[in-house]
């Protein structure tokens, strides 16, 4: 599996938890697929983050504010 490929998958992963409010730890990862928990680590510093709370706690931001938009969008119309 190429760095790409574990960077996406472990990144689908974190995201799907995210959208639904859940903040996987890197031994939660590696649980599910896996791969070592270096590797798993490795993917938040590859996307820029500090390390892996930096990562998982902005896509929990990211998805917690989208979903206020979307709910006021859906209130103003």
Known sequence: ???SDVDARVYAIVRDA???GERLTVSD????TG????SVYRVAKRYGYA???D???SLER??????RD???EQVAT
């Not at 791969?35 to 270096?38: N, P, T």
């Open 1 to 3: 599996m190429s760095t």
């Open 18 to 20: 995210a959208k639904r």
């Open 29 to 32: 990862v590696q649980e599910k």
């Open 35 to 38: 791969l070592a928990r270096s």
């Open 51 to 53: 390390g892996w709370l």
């Open 55 to 57: 990562f998982t706690s």
């Open 62 to 67: 990211y998805f917690q504010q989208s979903s």
């Open 70 to 72: 979307d709910a006021v």
